[in-house]
């Protein structure tokens, strides 16, 4: 029986609570959680090193104020729209990598000890163009290579990428996720792990598999120390909260997520809400009451 985990991605607090003291009050006291993914969109990885310096030693220490344990440093929403690794222009590719430099080392100094992201996404154009496509991954491969070595030698424990939902963020099927394991495993510094996301997965691949969130579960949860979820009606990745509104809808239900990872053969899973809510009323007012109500909905079969 695996030993699985309760947390939640620090996402809510983007544009809300940029005060690392306001938002890890919110995970560690009203949440009343013990484990938080960061996320990078709170303290941009390039900012002034003197600057980041700080805002990660006042993140640290106030995670530990409130009793919570940074599990790991995860890419925000800001690289995602960047095509980042995968990008046209080898120029842009080769300042995405000094980019991912400074994400990998202030991992640390947030008191986590391993870092994750999706791999990157391509264009329309180079999605249809075989060449091009083979060219720019075998490149990903080994920049990840490449990063696996920094991140050992800077004392982190393992990375993790994330499997996606549309064909061009690169692996978005259950095939392409087993290759990209294989891929990025075979000559890597130390372990390369998966963050499964339940609302990720191809709808349009034409296998019913890879719409399945518990197919994805079983297969993967055992390399997956992080799985995010979201409620979700399994048409788009929604991020829904688990309120009653979303769950009369929604295709996530905890016991069958439960069971899943039960089936995978895994030892230890760490749960994390992904949950994005509007920045526009009235959502914006209920981003915490949205978080309370999830933490209370998973709490009836996760207590830790």
């Known amino acids: 029986?695996?030993?699985?985990?309760?947390?939640?991605?620090?996402?809510?607090?983007?544009?809300?609570?940029?005060?690392?003291?306001?938002?890890?009050e919110i995970v560690g006291k009203k949440l009343d959680l013990r484990y938080c993914q960061f996320f990078s969109d709170l303290i941009e990885p390039r900012v002034e090193e003197t600057i980041k310096e700080r805002m990660c030693k006042r993140t640290k220490e106030a995670a530990q104020k409130y009793n919570v344990k940074i599990h790991s440093n995860f890419t925000g929403t800001?690289?995602?729209?960047?095509?980042?690794l995968l990008h046209p222009d080898e120029g842009m590719r080769k300042?995405?990598?000094?980019?991912?430099?400074?994400?990998?080392?202030?991992?640390?100094?947030?008191?986590a000890n391993a870092v994750g992201s999706l791999l990157g996404s391509f264009s329309v154009r180079d999605i249809k163009n075989q060449d091009r496509r083979k060219l720019l991954i075998d490149e990903v491969i080994k920049k990840w290579h490449y990063l696996s070595e920094l991140a050992k030698n800077i004392g982190l424990d393992y990375i993790m990428f994330e499997p996606m939902s549309v064909k061009r963020e690169i692996p978005s099927t259950i095939a392409e996720t087993e290759k990209f394991y294989e891929r990025l495993n075979e000559g890597a510094s130390l372990p390369i792990k998966i963050c499964l996301d339940i609302g990720h997965g191809a709808r349009c691949s034409g296998k019913e598999e890879d719409r399945n969130p518990y197919a994805w579960i079983e297969r993967f949860a055992a390399r997956a120390p992080v799985i995010h979820i979201q409620q979700t009606d399994g048409v788009t990745s929604k991020h829904w909260p688990?309120?009653?509104?979303?769950?009369?809808?929604g295709i996530i239900?905890?016991?069958?997520?439960?069971?899943?990872?039960?089936?995978?053969?895994?030892?230890e899973v760490?749960?994390?809400l992904e949950i994005f809510h509007s920045f526009f009323e009235p959502t914006e007012d209920k981003v915490i009451d949205d978080l309370l109500i999830s933490v209370e909905y998973w709490r009836k079969y996760v207590k830790e």
């Open 1 to 24: 029986m695996a030993k699985v985990t309760l947390g939640v991605n620090a996402c809510f607090a983007v544009g809300r609570y940029p005060e690392p003291e306001e938002w890890l």
């Open 78 to 84: 800001a690289p995602h729209w960047c095509h980042t």
């Open 95 to 111: 300042d995405a990598l000094r980019w991912w430099e400074s994400f990998f080392r202030m991992t640390p100094a947030l008191g």
């Open 242 to 249: 688990f309120t009653t509104e979303h769950n009369k809808v």
């Open 253 to 267: 239900d905890a016991e069958k997520v439960l069971s899943a990872i039960s089936r995978s053969g895994a030892k």
């Open 270 to 272: 760490l749960l994390v």
